[in-house]
């Protein structure tokens, strides 16, 4: 079935319901799925193929969402804070295409062959042109809903294609139709070119949930907005908590509108999370685990696990909060060994995982098996209840001397120690061994000693996973989603090395 | 009566709409309201009437399913017929209550 669907049927029943925007001035789903229909008739004849959004969250990235829908043509939303030449290399994969492009992003990407250039101020006034309004769409390719381009940080991007029928059973079969109060608003602050922020506004349409849209996050104008539109509902990753979280202290906010608050997209430090608990109590706290290529979250660790992990002394209950939960119905997860073996609970291994939802495509080719079943190149293991704890990336994993080593459960070690702010473990080049572990320290005040951190870490995980170098730094290279560019580090840490062999 | 993933279903008696979201394992008729539904793109035949025996009506936003076939729909538009299945009623498919993560 196709999202447009999702649109029309919240629009039929109650075109009067807030959809987005403030409560004074805010649209509603008759009025979205007016403007969907003249985005969509006016898009038709600016140019063919893909529909392409390059900019801002806001009202006119849902609006575009399911102007694509209804005329079936792919959606692909594209990172505007990418360098310019970037960009414009990736727009011009996406031809043919028509681009809604924020107004003063248009200079950027003037020039690009085979991409008609529409500013996103002629797109919404198009969108409120009676006669425009009227017009029934003709619909194009009937399958691809949409194209997100992968984050790149281990290469090229990839651009993962999602079809209707997977962003359709992922909404249906996760919330039920205008489930929601009628007071419920989400604050979305991911960008446009991230799933979750596609993935935003298809649940929140179908739930009835208002959404409201931030243009770019700071953790100050994330609180001001989430005082200020009486958000009950938000989703942040886990940077942005961290942030957050340092705001709400100094102004002594507790947000008592707020409901619930689910985070993903990284791993989550347990610091972070049980200060939300101390500082939010009244919140639902909710870790979801997807990827862009499951069109969005596979995996929940609910508000219930969450308080009955930190209420516990049981250290495996306990360290449920580390976990990201259990499956969602109606979708398989197993862990593999190196030779494709289903492992058994407690092991490590390669997370697979199949399902309605799950899409594993890219662009050209198809990367899910003939029954079905994804590779998520992340590494993990089940509990004896079946609960799932990632590790990271299979990418990053250290190899030691034919040891496998995930960086993961070093830096959760060494982040527990009190004079340590934020740290990564990677892998560095090593005669030897073939790969050493290397950790990159932010201290916090008072820096700790390599030794110190050594005897920390060897008196609470095996030897060979001890770092044997330390570099210490103010700060470490996320993007703006909150990953962790290790690819860069590794490539600095090798340069650096190099330069002090160099030296001596 | 080709039940695809995806296709678009209305109620040759009344104002239901479903869409199928997982087909049936075996051939059979979808019904609501008594009678065979109507391709969405279809006219409508004329001269049915709603059967009295199939008017607990059908709910907007509901998933219906028939757990012999498999059979699963989606309530696009609400109706005064009931949906069935080769004879057996449909039963609405409550979703487990899962908490907001996006």
Known sequence: MHTALLLDMAADAFPDRLALGSRDDGIDFGELAARARAGAAWL???????????????????????????????????????????????????????????????????????VALVARSAFEAACLDAMLRATEP?????????????SGTTGEPKAAVLRHRHLASYVISTVEFMG???????????????????????????????????PAFTPETWVEAATQEEITHAMLVPTMLGRVLDVLEARSESLPRLRALSYGGGRMPTAV??????????????????????????SVLGPADHRRAVDSEDPDVRGRLGSVGRPLPGLELE???????????????????????????????????????FATKDSGWLDAEGYLFIEGRLDDVIVRGGENISPGEIEDVLRAHPGVADVA???????????????????????????????????????????????????????????????????????????????? | MDLKPGSRWKSSVCDAEVVVVRPPSTAGVLACGGHPMTPHAAERPAGL?????????????????DAESGLETLCSKAGAGALSFDGRFLVVKEAKKLPASD
Not at chain 1, 140 to 145: L, R, T, V
Request: proline share 8%; charged share 25%; net charge negative.
């Open chain 1, 425 to 504: 473990v990677i892998g560095a080049p090593d005669e030897q061994w073939g790969e050493r572990v290397a950790a990159v320290i932010v201290p916090k005040d008072a820096a700790p000693t390599p030794e110190e951190l050594s005897d920390w870490v060897r008196a609470r995980l095996r030897s060979t996973k001890t770092p044997e170098t330390y570099e210490f730094r103010s700060e470490l290279p996320y993007n703006e989603t909150g990953k962790l560019l290790r690819r860069v580090l590794k490539q600095e840490l090798a340069t650096s090395a190099s330069t002090r062999e160099a030296a001596a």
């Open chain 1, 273 to 298: 999370i049980e200060r939300a608990l101390r500082l939010l109590p009244h919140v639902d706290f909710v870790n979801a685990y997807g990827l862009t290529e499951t069109s969005s979250t596979i």
């Open chain 1, 138 to 150: 003709a619909p194009a390719d009937p399958d691809i809903a949409v194209l997100l381009f992968t």
């Open chain 2, 49 to 65: 009437a709603l059967s009295p025996d199939h008017a607990a009506g059908s709910v907007l936003g509901k998933r219906y399913t």
């Open chain 1, 44 to 114: 038709a004849v600016q140019g063919e193929g893909t529909v392409v959004f390059l900019g801002l969250n806001g009202p006119a990235l849902p609006v575009a969402i399911f102007a694509s829908g209804a005329l079936e043509r792919p959606f692909a939303p594209l990172n505007y804070r990418l360098p310019d030449d970037d960009l414009r290399r990736l727009l011009a994969r996406t031809a043919p295409s028509v681009a809604v492009v924020d107004d003063d992003m248009l200079p950027r990407v003037a020039g690009t062959p085979g």
């Open chain 1, 335 to 373: 862990i593999r060994g190196p030779s494709g073996e289903a492992m058994p609970a407690g092991a490590t291994g390669e997370v697979y995982v199949r399902g309605e939802q799950v899409a594993g495509e890219y662009l050209g080719r198809k990367v899910i098996d003939d029954d079905g079943w």
């Open chain 1, 180 to 214: 929601s109060d009628d007071d419920e608003a989400a604050l979305v602050s991911v960008p446009p070119y991230h799933i979750a922020g596609v993935s935003a506004v298809l649940t929140g349409v179908y739930g009835g949930r208002r959404i409201v849209h931030l």
